[in-house]
């Protein structure tokens, strides 16, 4: 059950601060203007029992900084696990979080965000009580507001803290939607048996099994190659459950859901969909590091729902058709909604999309993609509608390769250091409904919910 949001902003603004940062080499001119240091938003985004998501945003008060280092120290036995927007290590209690590539840099006032998931012990969960950055203390007032209240009275700070930037509001939706909610709906196993499997023998013969069922990954699970899946199974994965060296074949079969677990490694595709599967979601699931397809839809597969992924240090992430030859099988199916996805430096296929009309990508975080966002090929259709493109120098295009071009119609979305793509035809209309987030707002909205480990299931 996840508890009420909370927070707490800690202030450097002491002559003292100022000098500690001068000697730590932090500093080279004190401003007379602003006091120097820094502060730190520390939230609670979701908790539930053994777990919780936290967001931090640090701003630097003093003068600009070139790479940075935060440290606290949890008193309750919190550990943290999955990290963005930061490389986090943690030793006995104390936690580091270093910058990533594209937020080292902070200037006066400038602020860096990132989040993480960690795991509590479902009887106390305090928040740290101190931060340093780059070894320089920030010190000040601590509060956990709830609502307003009289200066004074526990809980209120008698100096109203410095406003900082409120982490994303919105907590990661467990709903279906797209795709997948057509021809008759996806349920996967619904209230069928729950399976836990620990290891490659039993997981194989679980998704092989026939007949509904839901099954449970733990730990992590080493193997190689595919791993057929059957009609009407649920997937899920346990806390920090990973699958690493293969991944799941969902080949002629249909309903199935596949959620909340950690794909690394794998020696062909994560997950591959093909043979005219239908009704097929996957939802919530991290993806790194593979030697093909983080997610491939082939061969008339269709009605096909792929929300609130992240995918991150890979390359081919997303192909939906597999070749320019394969338009009998495929003309009048490939219908995939791809919206709420994370993707994170991943270079190429965000999706590539072949023959599908009309394929919906919408309300995805794209940061940093070397190759580029969208491809639309081979006479398909895809709107692009209300995503967030971050220094991305090649947003959305017609054709690829060999590929001949596609139609795709662009709406709503927001740029930042990055154009505008290549736009061309018409999209055939969405079917389904659904809620279209603000396109400025989307990227606060997929890093705090995108990825395995930001769901309960």
């Not at 696990?81 to 006995?92: E, M, N, P, R």
């Not at 023959?355 to 895809?382: D, I, K």
């Not at 295009?397 to 018409?426: C, I, K, M, Y």
Request: charged letters at 10%; aromatic letters at 8%; hydrophobic letters at 35%.
């Amino acid at each position: 059950m996840r508890t009420g949001r909370r927070r707490m902003t800690l202030i450097a603004t002491t002559a003292a601060a100022t000098a500690s940062l001068v000697t730590a080499g932090l500093l080279t001119s004190v401003s007379a203007q602003a006091a120097a240091g820094c502060r730190v938003a520390y939230t609670v985004a979701s908790q539930w029992p053994g777990g919780f998501t936290g967001n931090v945003t640090v701003t630097n008060l003093g003068d600009p900084v070139s790479g940075w280092t935060l440290r606290w120290s949890y008193g309750a036995g919190q550990q943290v696990s999955q990290a963005w927007g930061a490389t986090l290590s943690q030793t006995g209690s104390q936690v580091s979080a270093a910058n990533v590539d594209y937020n080292g840099n902070l200037a006066t006032n400038g602020s860096a965000s990132f989040g993480f998931n960690a795991s509590w012990n479902s009887a106390s969960n305090p928040d740290p009580t101190s931060f340093t950055l780059n070894t320089v203390a920030c010190t000040g007032g601590t509060t956990t507001p709830t609502t307003p209240g009289t200066p004074g009275t526990p809980g209120t700070p008698t100096t109203p803290p410095i406003p900082s930037d409120p982490p994303p509001s919105v907590p990661p939706p467990t709903g279906l939607v797209g795709w997948a909610t057509q021809n008759g709906g996806t349920t996967g196993g619904g209230g069928a048996p729950t399976t836990t499997v620990t290891n490659a023998s039993a997981l194989t013969s679980a998704l092989n099994a026939t007949g509904a069922a839901v099954i449970r990954v733990s730990g992590t699970i080493s193997c190689s190659g595919m791993l057929r899946v059957r009609s009407n199974k649920t997937i899920l994965g346990n806390s920090g459950a990973t699958i690493a060296g293969c991944g799941l074949n969902v080949s002629g079969d249909r309903n199935v859901i596949i959620r909340n677990l950690t794909f690394r490694d794998w020696n062909d595709d994560a997950i591959n969909v093909q043979e005219s599967a239908t009704n097929i979601w996957i939802d919530h699931n991290t993806f790194s590091n593979g030697y093909d397809g983080a997610v491939d839809i082939k061969r008339g597969s269709d009605f096909v729902t792929v929300s609130w992924n992240r995918v991150f240090n890979h390359d081919k992430t997303m192909l939906l058709g597999h070749s320019d030859d394969n338009g009998a099988q495929d003309t009048g199916h490939l219908r995939v909604s791809y919206h709420h996805n994370w993707f994170d430096g991943s270079r190429q296929r965000n999706p590539r999309v072949r023959f599908g009309n009309p394929v919906h990508v919408f309300n995805n975080y794209y940061r940093a993609n070397g190759g580029y966002g969208v491809a639309s090929t081979e006479n398909a259709g895809v709107l692009v509608e209300g995503n967030y493109f971050e220094n991305v120098n090649d947003t959305y295009h017609l054709g690829e390769a060999d590929s001949g071009p596609g139609r795709l119609v662009a709406r709503n979305n927001h740029f930042v250091n990055s154009p505008a793509g290549q736009t061309g035809g018409s999209v055939a209309a969405i079917p389904y409904s659904y809620q279209l987030d603000t396109a400025s707002n989307v990227k606060s909205i997929v890093t705090a919910g995108a990825g395995a480990g930001r769901i309960t299931v």
